[in-house]
Structures are given as structure tokens and as C-alpha cells.
């Protein structure tokens, strides 16, 4: 599995950038919620909505569509206008740094609409939401994981800045490192914890040798909200 949070074949590069038509916006509805595409009934919980943001920015990109419910009913939006201005809003107060998006609408066969928001993966990873703009140091980053968007580690956070970084990766082959693909060769997965407790290492010094061996394209990292997995990366 190629890594999960970084490389995917998006919904975004299978949509016409001009626009999307009704028909067009049943067929996308009709696959259901996924890695790359998420529906909301309302605007209501704003803060749910640039969550799904920040997770397709720091990941491989998004559509978002509001107006949708999860059973995949179309009812659309009675008032677009207010709800395009309340999510421009919350994503230029709460998310940082600055995210790229576009918000279009589709007109329904009635006088409501759906607002469809695309947002490409960042070339600035990670983006973070702020909870509260004045105290910036309290702040939560997310990745995209199949249908949810999952909080991310400090490991994911510190993978999604070694991705951005233009530079090469060494890391030497010690005693740790064995016992870490002695392990893997046994085992499907490890965790931060696991490593450190097998290797006799601190916390730090296991997550700071899991992120370099995947950005050194030796392990996978598996996102999840409740404790990442690594794996070896398949051969191609």
C-alpha cells in the first residue's frame, strides 16, 4: 500500500475544474463518502467542516460538498449565500497557514443549491485549525483516513514536514533498527511504544527513528486516532 496520507489517486484529478452540473453531482454522490470526498447536510457545526479541510489539504486533496446528507440524499442549501459566508469565514479564521480552495455551487432542480468546495493537497504541510486565532501554540492538525478525517500525530505532523523538505534521507543501520525489522519480519505492525519498549530506547528516540525510516521510504505510517501503526514498505 503506497503511503496512505501522501500519495493517492484523488477524486479531484477525475473532475472537470470548470464546474460540476446536477448530473455530474449525483454521479459523484452516488460513490459515497471516501478517502477524497466527504458530505455535509448543514453548516450548522462549522468547525466539522474545516476539519475535512484541513484533512484533505494535508493529505492528497479533497471535494466537500454541503447540501449532501450521509444517506446520500440531496436536499441542498435554502439560503447558499449566509452558508458560503460562514465557512469563507471559519476557514480564513481558524485554519493556518493559509489554505488553497475554490467554493462553487450547483443549482438544484429547485431554488436550493449545493456548495462544493475543492481543496488540493498543500504544497505548505501541515495546516493546522486554531481553535482560538489569539493563542496560535494550542492547535490540532488532521489527515485524511479512508471516510474520516484523523487527527495527526507529532509523528504524521513531523512525516508531512520532511515531505515538503527537497533533501536527501540517510540513517545509519544499528542495533535498534535491527531489532526494529526483526520484529516486522515477525509481526504485521509496530507502534511508537512497542518499538521503544522492544529496543530498550526512549519514546523520543523511537519516533524520531520510525519518522526518518519513513521518510526514507523503508516503513509506512498508518495514521489513526487512537495509536499509529508502522509497516514495511512493500517492494515494488
Known amino acids: 500500500m503506497e503511503k496512505p496520507y501522501l500519495y493517492h489517486d484523488s477524486v479531484l484529478n477525475q473532475m472537470n475544474p470548470s464546474g460540476m452540473d446536477y448530473q455530474a453531482l449525483k454521479n459523484l454522490v452516488r460513490r459515497g463518502e471516501g478517502s477524497s470526498l466527504e458530505f455535509k447536510l448543514k453548516t450548522n457545526h462549522p468547525e466539522k467542516i474545516i476539519r475535512g479541510v484541513v484533512a484533505f489539504a494535508?493529505?492528497?486533496?479533497?471535494?466537500?460538498?454541503?447540501?449532501?446528507?450521509?444517506?446520500?440524499?440531496?436536499?441542498?442549501?435554502?439560503?447558499?449565500?449566509?452558508d458560503e459566508y460562514l465557512l469563507v469565514r471559519a476557514i480564513h479564521k481558524h485554519c493556518f497557514p493559509r489554505i488553497s480552495y475554490t467554493i462553487?455551487?450547483?443549482?438544484?432542480?429547485?431554488?436550493?443549491?449545493?456548495?462544493?468546495?475543492?481543496?488540493?493537497?498543500?504544497?505548505?504541510?501541515?495546516?493546522y485549525i486554531l481553535p482560538d486565532p489569539a493563542d496560535p501554540e494550542i492547535k490540532k492538525a488532521y489527515v485524511r483516513v479512508a471516510d474520516?478525517?484523523?487527527?495527526?500525530?507529532?509523528?504524521?505532523?513531523?512525516?508531512?514536514?520532511?515531505?515538503?523538505?527537497?533533501?536527501?534521507i540517510r540513517f545509519s543501520y544499528g542495533e535498534k533498527e535491527k531489532k526494529l525489522m526483526q520484529h516486522l519480519g515477525e509481526h504485521d505492525n509496530i507502534t511508537v511504544?512497542?518499538?521503544?519498549?522492544?529496543?530498550?530506547?526512549s519514546r523520543k528516540i523511537a519516533s524520531r527513528t520510525l519518522v526518518l525510516?519513513?521518510?526514507?521510504?523503508?516503513?509506512?505510517?498508518?495514521?489513526?486516532?487512537?495509536?499509529?501503526?508502522?509497516?514495511?514498505?512493500?517492494?515494488?
Not at 494535508?58 to 442549501?77: A, C, H, R, S, W
Not at 462553487?104 to 501541515?126: A, N
Not at 474520516?148 to 536527501?168: C, W
Not at 519513513?214 to 514495511?232: C, F, G, K, R, W
Open 58 to 82: 494535508n493529505t492528497y486533496g479533497g471535494i466537500m460538498l454541503i447540501g449532501v446528507g450521509d444517506d446520500k440524499k440531496i436536499p441542498g442549501l435554502k439560503y447558499a449565500d449566509e
Open 193 to 201: 511504544d512497542l518499538f521503544a519498549s522492544i529496543a530498550g530506547i
Open 213 to 236: 525510516l519513513v521518510l526514507a521510504n523503508v516503513l509506512e505510517i498508518h495514521p489513526s486516532d487512537v495509536m499509529d501503526q508502522y509497516t514495511t514498505r512493500p517492494v515494488s
Open 148 to 168: 474520516k478525517s484523523v487527527q495527526a500525530s507529532r509523528e504524521v505532523r513531523e512525516i508531512l514536514k520532511g515531505t515538503q523538505a527537497d533533501r536527501d
Open 104 to 127: 462553487d455551487r450547483v443549482q438544484l432542480l429547485d431554488e436550493r443549491e449545493v456548495l462544493v468546495i475543492r481543496v488540493p493537497p498543500s504544497l505548505s504541510k501541515p495546516h
